[in-house]
């Protein structure tokens, strides 16, 4: 069973970037067919797909993130990298590592980031 664990700082500045990193286990990165998502959920809100990263390395963002996002991938650590860039207040939310797109199947436990200075 694939597990997935989301790593990083729980508290970011505005303006600067935020990064963590997806652990996986139980599972290849790089298996054919697999695709893994970045999910976020502010508080108060709904779930928001950022983006993703497929088995073969291509990438995909949600439109309104494009811009301030990158995904990535370290395939002898089998792990996932997202980027936000000039993150502010609204991007406080609990974000999730996932194996999906777009429909999920498993999810991360969620790590917390909040921005504030």
């Known amino acids: 069973q694939v597990q997935l664990h989301e790593s990083g700082p729980n508290l970011v500045k505005p303006s600067q970037t935020l990064s963590l990193i997806c652990t996986v286990s139980?599972?290849?990165?790089?298996?054919?067919?697999?695709?893994w998502s970045w999910v976020r959920q502010p508080p108060g809100k709904e779930l928001e797909w950022i983006g993703g990263?497929?088995?073969?390395?291509?990438?995909y963002y949600s439109p309104s993130l494009k811009s301030r996002t990158s995904i990535s991938r370290d395939t002898s650590k089998n792990s996932l990298t997202l980027q936000l860039n000039s993150v502010t207040p609204e991007d406080t939310a609990v974000y999730y590592c996932?194996?999906?797109?777009?429909?999920?199947?498993?999810w991360g436990q969620g790590t917390q980031v909040t921005v504030s200075s």
């Open positions: 996932a194996v999906g797109i777009p429909q999920i199947d498993i």
């Open positions: 139980g599972g290849s990165i790089t298996k054919n067919g697999h695709h």
């Open positions: 990263i497929g088995y073969d390395g291509s990438t």
